[in-house]
């Protein structure tokens, strides 16, 4: 029998590892349901942001909150020229021009950052109030993790108000379920998109920041969660804020556990849950019906 | 068509009289043209002109086989997948364990049995697959590649796990040619052989009605559908062949190499053949052999000595093409072949 506080390891361990999921795939999810645009270059953000955190911090010596609050801003910048440049471009291309376009994008940020810092993996160095362990009053645990869970959470809270509460987050729910009706009430979406594309690529450099502990940050980072990050979203359904977040949190703790009961078949479950729940609702979990 | 001559119908006359210029373009678009013999003779051209190179040539010759039949589910039928390796996998894997295991070393019929066993995996994928589009379709090539590697790298008894399976003894062509692994003649000549053989076929495929029911549904599946052609059937036939193509390709690379590896299976081959076959022009027949040569011979000079600054122009050469070259090295000669400004997709 597993006791109590080896499965509240578990638990713990796996609901980190989801917020980091969810920081970073959100964004993702947002921008596939308002425009359907295949964007694989995703990932690309949330390591360029990652990179941004972490050599602030240990080149200039910049505080860890203060480095990423800088990741998010900058990436988000960036992606505006991505956007307003290139992207825009492509709207109502076809799915394969894309796919393609986004995986040529995906070749330049590796080989850019290979060829500019390296191809070494990069450390990142928490403050001390966030190394070592916790006391949970019944069990100790990681202090980073339990950060982890603790900012994954306020992140949900202030979206989930963000969605339902503010005009904005109206707007952009109008335009996922229904873009040519939300367009001809005179919600101007091209602003919008760009809104939410920036948004989202911040979030995901701030979730590549705060993932970089335990994700591990070198160049082919957009490649090797480039998968895992589109189950999370195809899981969860587009559009839907809720949705990736349960979807990460689903995932996050399988994953986890599968890692450590199962080191060798653990993906393997991953897969087959994903095509078995994509057949049964194609839309995800929590997604609507086309 | 205003005159009586030309209100007859291609059927009742022999091709190409009597019919306007257009239709007969259209009724003469399968004809052989005198610069379809070229690629031919450039690979018979390279076995006597780079003896060293064979090697070098038998993967170039097996990736086109690879990226024609991605171009039959992609460039033809528009089913976008990120996921063909796991057919190239399936072919390398049967073909390597059924010689690891001493089961059946004979090339040619192991060829066969790859296809099958390819086949039958598209066409259970293609089965269930093929009911969704998009994203979701995207998403399900990926997992089930990403099961087949998982289970692969699992069942380390079998399939020698990630280490895969080297030494394989497979049995000399026709009992007499023996596949060499310092020098390819056998291998060269045996692949290009099958590539002939296959490439026919494709093409035979491709303009049939079958052939043109499938771009038809690329082009539009909702006016398919209302034309009463059975869309699916023909989207889940077509699936199968172009896997069985690709496991043909696979169990030639395991033959020739005489090792299979997790290597075969991965992303980074699927999204390779991809881009092989975007950077000659998909849906064209022929840009997978552009696509090929292009792709390695840069690859094989440039990845060594520079391995970021080519995956960079790679990177900005995918770009390029999603944004402005969308039939890729083919398309753009024959846009400026027609003198006619940019060609918009494949033709």
Redesign the interface.
Known sequence: MISVVEFANMLLGGVAAGMVLFIVSVGLSVT?GLM?F?NLAHGGFAMIGGYIVVLSMNRLGVPFIAALAIGFVLVAAISVVFERL?YT??YR?S???????T??????????I??IVGPETQPLNLPSWMQGQSNLGFMTYRTYSLVLIGAGVLIMLGLWLGFERTRMGAQIRAAVDNRRMAESLGINITRLFTLTFAFGSGMAALGGGLGAEFLGLDPQYP?KYL?IF??VV?VGG?GRVTGVFFAALIIGVLDFTLKKYLP??G??FI??M??LL??WR??GLFGRAP | MSTPANTGTATNAAPGVGLSAAARELAERHRLRWWEALPWLLAIGFYFAFPRYLGFGTEMLITILFAISLDLA?GYAGI?T?GHAAFFGAGAYTVGMLAKHGIWTEPITGLLLAAAVAGLIGLASGL?LL??T???L???T???M??LE??A??AAEYTGGFDGLDSLPIQPVFGVFEFDVLYSTTQYLYVLAVLVICFVFVRTLVYSPFGHSLTGIRENTLRMHAVGAPVRTRLVVCYTISAALAGIAGALWAQANAYVNLSVLG?DRA?TV??VL?LGG?GRLYGAFVGAVVYMVLAHFLSRLYP??W??G??????V???FA?GGVLGIGAALWHGRGKERGPS
């Open positions: 596939l359907g295949v290139l471009r492509l291309a799915e394969l021009d894309q796919v393609l376009f995986i040529g994008l995906v070749f330049v940020m590796i080989a850019s290979t060829l490649l998968v589109l189950i195809a587009l060798q078949g993906t393997v897969y087959a994903t095509i994509l057949l194609p839309q | 992609l976008v990120l269930v009911r969704t998009g994203l979701t995207l998403m399900l990926i997992c089930t990403g099961l998982e289970s790298n699992m992303i999204a991809l881009i975007v998909y970021s600054a995956q960079l790679l990177g900005l050469m995918l770009v093409i999603a944004l969308r």
